[in-house]
């Protein structure tokens, strides 16, 4: 019988309690591969029975280099990567990075543009909060629901082909604007949704909101204060359901977000249960601004054209000489950008999705980071599951929606 | 004793057993289609008409597949508890009636493999010989997840045991006779669970926690232990295990469809004695559907809630359910009045609203009145 090695405990044994050196309480290793960890993240657990009394997180197995990939391409080739960050919010990181550069550059987005952008970075927190929901029914073996969130992701996915070309990576929102304008399609695929997905989300509610067996996995576990939250910097829809009514979109807002009118779900119970209610009236409040947005479109440009940073289109290099002069000096060298360093956040659907970008004269930033709201939001998780169960550590992960391309990054 | 008769009982055991696995094998195919229509896809639709051929193309790969052995196990109790799992669920069938007698080659074949008048106290003690397996199997594995789940899988078992067991008594009250037959054939008139909704209900939830069936899916908790006491089970070791849970699924199907829905009994089941395995397999199929139903739509419950469900909620109901039943028939014999034997199914369903209403209560003052 082949012996296994024993784990080295010597490395966080000044993270766990004193029985565990005693063998009084077991180490358990959960995860990289585990099917309720949301990826690849490691927890530690401490367990007595089993109870939790520590949980480690330990990050780092998605690492990609992404921050720093960022300083070696131009500020229009480095959007690419952001795309990859949290797989779950591309559009929604493509606008936070987008929107860095274009403060940095003090470039204008036209109204149109800008409106595009909202009714994009809102259909794409619908699908993040619809992946949620989802692995969040199957991280209870509720698994019917995965598959119907998946349904009505898939809409959302083609309305990001249609416009697009990509269904997941997208690189849609530009700097100074969008690629390209919407075909004419757009419309009636997002007025489609519009219409059908409400139905949806009283379906959801009536498979899960008053079902006995959820409410009990749900109430009363993973209790977040108001200060905890606050002190630990978690920020989104966890954040508003600890009772802090914080949202970038209310408070600082941005692309227009002012001319809509909309409701930001705050409830004070802080449990999982009050994260989940957070999560389905924010389903609705995206899908009102979606369609407000939708009605008050503007005609217009979609990019703007202030050539030094906007690449002209392709119908007007073959007739104009600047345009070729632009078009070549954008592609090949890139635009510069200042020598200084700005930062700026947006509302993703995790929550406070800060960039900060230093320019240094050059084409190339000189550092990218990004604040990316899954990392505060894993720290506060030990705090969350001490005294709960196993089967509740994996509904309150679920429940903080976490994003491992988002922590590592 | 002559020999035929020795004949009659190998054949008769032999085809049990193959109607068992041939059942095992297509239930998968069953579930899957049926979740798969649940859940807007498409399930299993390639090999063969409709998918048909799927469970042969599984059992052919979990066969072919590598055993592997982990190292780390000890081998002899690893080999056996999936052997000492799926024994049980076969031999459990053995005293469930098909069907009444036919004729063949002026022989009386009977439909059932074994008439043992106490079947009842046969199918308690044999179910229970399965946790056996599956605390060996967390416990040999020498993997904490395992571990884990064999204990949980010991303490769900034990607890819903009881449960059962009562569940089991108001059939028996019900049936004047712990022999499955008699029971069955108590039941021309009126279906038992006409007479006891709550008690068949209650039987039900039982059953899905002894088979360990969701929404009491505890021991393998895919989401929690990742595969539970089967961990570092793989191939055909798995294969049987997977093939125990199926197989007390049908068989647990059968005795419910034996006790509470009159068994093979069905229109001209008595003029055509082959007719009683085809009523008898439609109800086990409609049972079926309901585990599988269950499974796809509810979230699991949590472990410490499952066993005050079980020893809270549940054992008071059954003893309840057992009370009124015999209460209820004692007193339309004594005073030969039907009135008191009709009450029981009225009584009964006000003690399972009650029991519903204590877990509301429990819910609402858990959630501080937020649902």
Known sequence: ?409 | MDWTMWVEWIVKGFVLCLILLTGFAYLTWYERRALARIQVRVGPNRAGYQGLLQPIADAVKLIFKEELTPGHVYKVVFILAPVLTVVPSLVLAAVVPLGTSFNLFGREITLYVADVNVGILYLTSIASIAVYGIVLAGWSSNNKYAMLGGIRSSAQMISYELTLGLSFVTAIILGNSMNMIDIVNEQRGLWFVVIQPVGALIFWIATLAEVNRAPFDMPEAEQELTAGYHAEYSGMKFALFFMAEYQKMIVISMILATLFFGGYLGPFVDQVPLLGPVYLFAKVIILLFGMIWVRATWPRIRYDRLMSFGWKILLPLSLAIAFITATGILLADVLNNQLFFWSIPVVSIIALLVAVAFIYRDLRRKSHGRI
């Open chain 1, 1 to 409: 019988m082949t012996q296994l090695q024993p784990a080295n405990v010597e490395q966080y044994k000044h993270l766990i309690s004193e029985r565990a050196l005693t063998g009084e309480t077991m180490l358990l290793n959960m995860g990289p591969q585990h099917p309720s960890t949301h990826g690849v993240l490691r927890l530690v657990l401490e367990l007595d029975g089993e109870i939790v009394v520590n949980c480690i997180p330990d990050i780092g197995f998605l690492h990609t280099g992404i921050e720093k990939n960022m300083e070696a391409k131009t500020f229009q080739k480095a959007e690419v990567m952001t795309d990859r960050l949290d797989y779950m919010n591309t559009m929604g990181n493509n606008l936070a990075y987008v929107m860095a550069v274009e403060k940095l550059i003090d470039l204008d987005v036209p109204p149109r543009a800008q409106a595009l952008r909202v009714i994009l970075v809102e259909l794409q927190r619908i699908a993040s909060h619809l992946v949620l929901l989802g692995t969040w029914g199957l991280d209870l073996a509720a698994m019917s629901m995965f598959l119907y969130c998946f349904r009505e992701r898939e809409q959302i996915l083609d309305i990001f082909e249609l416009v697009s070309g990509q269904r997941m990576m997208t690189t849609y929102i530009r700097p100074g604007g969008v690629w390209r304008d919407v075909p004419v399609e757009f419309e009636k695929a997002v007025r489609d949704f519009i219409k059908i997905f409400p139905k949806r989300i009283d379906e959801y509610e009536k498979l899960l909101t008053k079902n006995p067996l959820f409410v009990d996995r749900m109430v009363g576990i993973g209790h977040l204060s108001k200060e905890m939250a606050l002190s630990y910097g978690v920020t989104g829809s966890n954040l508003r359901a600890s009772g802090v009514n914080w949202d970038l979109r209310k408070a600082r807002p941005y692309m227009g977000y002012e001319q809509y009118d909309f409701d930001v779900p705050v409830l004070t119970e802080g449990d999982t249960y009050a994260r989940y209610l957070v999560r389905i009236e924010e389903f609705r409040q995206s899908l009102r601004i979606i369609e407000q947005a939708l009605d008050k479109l503007p005609m217009g440009p979609v990019r703007s054209d202030n050539r030094k940073f906007v690449p002209p289109p392709r119908s007007e290099i073959g007739v104009s000489m600047e345009a070729l002069i632009h078009h070549f000096k954008l592609w090949t060298e890139g635009f510069h950008a200042p020598n200084a360093s700005i930062y700026s956040a947006v509302e993703s659907p995790r929550g406070e999705l800060g960039v900060l970008i230093a320019g240094d004269g050059g084409p190339k930033p000189r550092r990218v980071h990004m604040r990316t709201p899954s990392f505060d939001n894993l720290a506060v998780v030990p705090e969350l599951v001490k005294g709960h169960l196993v089967a509740d550590l994996v509904a309150i992960l679920a429940s903080i929606d976490i994003v491992l391309g988002d922590i590592d990054r």
